[in-house]
Every structure is written in C-alpha cells, then in structure tokens.
C-alpha cells in the first residue's frame, strides 16, 4: 500500500481528496494544526498527526515514511477582508509551511519521492482572452506573487532529489463549500448576475476532476513541474453566471456593478473582477480524461445529485 502525507488534508480540497485517496488504496496520514477538528473532518479511516504549524515540523508522533507529500495548506484568500496582516498570513502560511515540509525533506525527517504542492491560476495575473498554459510566465499582481513564492519554496526540493510538481488550481466546485456555495446565494434570491463587466475569464474544475488528476499524477510517473488544474473549457463570468442560473432555475440579471464591489471588499474585488482563460494543456498532454470538461456538466452534477 502506498503512503501519502497530506498538509491542509482536513479543508474543503484535502478531505475529499483525502477519501479519493483512500478509496484508490493509499494509506493516507494528515499533517493537522487541529487534532480534535481533523477527526471529526475526516473520521477514522485516516491516519492523524499534529504539528505546529507553518513555524516548525514538531509532529505529536514519530513521522511516517511516505512516498508522496501533498501540500495544501494555506489561510483561506476567500474568507475575511484583505487587511496587511490578513495577506501577510496568506503569503506566510504558504511559503513557510512549504519551507518547513522541504527543510523536513532536507534533514530526512521525511523521503518523498514526490512532492506536489498547491499553486493557483492567480499565478498568472490578470489576462484577457488569450489562453495561457504552462509555459505562461508569471503575473505581478498580490496572488501572483504569493503563487510565485509559493512554487519557488517547493522546487528547492528538486535538488534533493525529489520530484516536484505544482497544481496550479482554477475556482474548484463542489458540494457542500468552496466558491460555489457562496456563488449560489444571490441565485437562491433572484439576485444573481455577474460581477464587474461580466467579461473577464474564469478557470474552474470539478471537485472530482481535481482529486482525479492528483491521483493521475501520483500514478503516471512522468509528469513534472507546474500543471494548470483547472477544466478544458475556461468561461466568462458572464456565461459562469448564464450558466449557473439556467441550472438552478433562476434568474441571471443583477451585474454587481466594478465601484460597488471594490468599496465592499477592498483589494480582494480583484480576484473576481478580473481572471485568466487557463488551459490544462500538461494534463491533456499526459492523456488525463475529465470527467466533466464543460461546466454545464459539472454544475448540473453538482447542484441536482
Ligand atoms: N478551493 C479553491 O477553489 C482553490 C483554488 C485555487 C487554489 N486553491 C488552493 O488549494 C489549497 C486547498 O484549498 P481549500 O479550498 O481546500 O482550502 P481550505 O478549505 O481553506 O483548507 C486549507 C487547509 O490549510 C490549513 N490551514 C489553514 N490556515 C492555515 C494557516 N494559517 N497556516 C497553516 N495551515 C493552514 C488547514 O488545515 P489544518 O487546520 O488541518 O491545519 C485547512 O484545512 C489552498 O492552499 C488553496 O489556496 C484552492
């Protein structure tokens, strides 16, 4: 059986993907700053440990070997106003728990063979239409940034000998939290409609797309370096929001309008008024089959299952 370390496996990505994991035979093990929330997240069937977080790997029990490390941990981006210490904590608990796992990785305390560690599509910045794949450099922007450092503190492994890949995650939707439980709301009142002009581009996947393609990558061996998780099919927000009304059976009217929701949330108006049209070209190049390429497949799986 093989082993899989995961950080940040008790959030809304870990703990689905932490059960995908289980179901294709792994054995997992999740590093946790909370024991007591872990076990209830996640249940028996996964292995626990505490740590301290982000400052220094002092785990509660001795460290199991493990032939995969998943890093997801991270302060959430979507909760809370982006005051100075709000994105110092985003960009700190990112780079320095990701240099603690690679410091572990560099004193043998841990002996991957392969690390994969969360990124996202903001490392792209802001774009128009064009499409944009891996090979896209990097944006300037706050969260390009964070994602820059972000990675760069992960490749420091690659001189250990390890295999290093970042998943340059898009929205990720699914049941029961994320984005599209709060994307649903003003739907659920008849007061849905895009944010901002409705034109700026939105890099989504499937929950099950996303734990899918992390356990592709865990077992084809050949992919490496930085890979776009996000659907085949990017859209607008303004066919995001067409879409996810026709689904719903409601109403997609009410444009929130760009001064409006910069003066409710500050710097974090952003990240939904602008985006990127991101292409999973590494995961298509490596024969990674979607369950659900089009979001109109995914939402209706979503929101009527
Ligand atoms: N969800 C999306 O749409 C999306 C899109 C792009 C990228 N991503 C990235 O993918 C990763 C997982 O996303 P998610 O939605 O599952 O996130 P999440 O629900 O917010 O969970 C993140 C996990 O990280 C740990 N964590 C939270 N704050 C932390 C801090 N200050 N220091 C250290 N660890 C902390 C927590 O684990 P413990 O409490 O157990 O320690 C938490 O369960 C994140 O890094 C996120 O940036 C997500």
């Known amino acids: 059986m093989k082993k899989v370390l ?10 689905n993907l932490c059960s995908a994991l289980v179901s294709a035979g792994y054995q997992v093990f999740v590093l946790t700053r ?12 996964i292995k626990t440990l505490v740590w301290r977080g982000p400052q220094s790997l002092t785990p509660s029990a001795a460290l199991p070997e493990t032939e995969y490390i998943i890093n997801l ?9 982006w005051t100075r210490q709000k ?5 700190d608990s990112r780079v320095n728990t990701t240099r603690t796992v690679v410091n572990a990785i560099k004193n043998k305390t841990l002996k991957p063979s392969l690390l994969i560690n969360a990124s996202a599509v903001g490392f792209y910045g802001p774009h128009g239409d064009e499409q944009l794949t891996e090979d896209t450099p990097a944006g300037q922007d706050f969260l390009a940034r964070v994602c820059r450092a972000w990675e760069s503190e992960a490749y420091e492994a690659r001189a250990l000998g390890v295999n290093v890949i970042t998943l340059r995650i898009g929205v990720v939707l699914g049941k029961n939290g994320g984005a599209l439980e709060k994307m649903q709301l003003p739907f659920k009142f008849y007061m849905g409609g895009p944010l901002g002009t409705g034109d700026q581009w939105l890099s989504w996947i499937h929950l ?7 356990i592709y990558i865990l077992e084809n061996g050949n992919i490496t370096g930085p890979v776009n998780a996000t659907a085949p099919h990017p859209v607008t927000m303004r066919e995001f929001c067409r879409t996810l009304g026709k689904v719903m059976g409601k109403p997609s009217w009410l444009q929130v309008p760009t001064t409006v929701l910069r003066l409710a949330l500050g710097e974090q108006a952003d990240m939904l008024l602008n985006g990127q049209r991101v292409i999973p070209a590494k995961l298509q190049d490596a024969g990674y089959t979607f369950k659900f390429p089009t979001l109109n497949q995914a939402l209706e799986n979503i929101i009527k299952n």
């Open 208 to 214: 099950e797309d996303l734990t899918g393609s992390i």
């Open 73 to 81: 941990a991270g302060e959430s981006i979507g909760e809370g106003r």
């Open 6 to 15: 995961v950080l940040g496996g008790t959030g809304f990505v870990g703990k």
């Open 34 to 45: 909370n024991l007591t929330k872990a076990r209830q997240v996640l249940g028996n069937n």
């Open 87 to 91: 994105k110092k904590r985003i960009l």
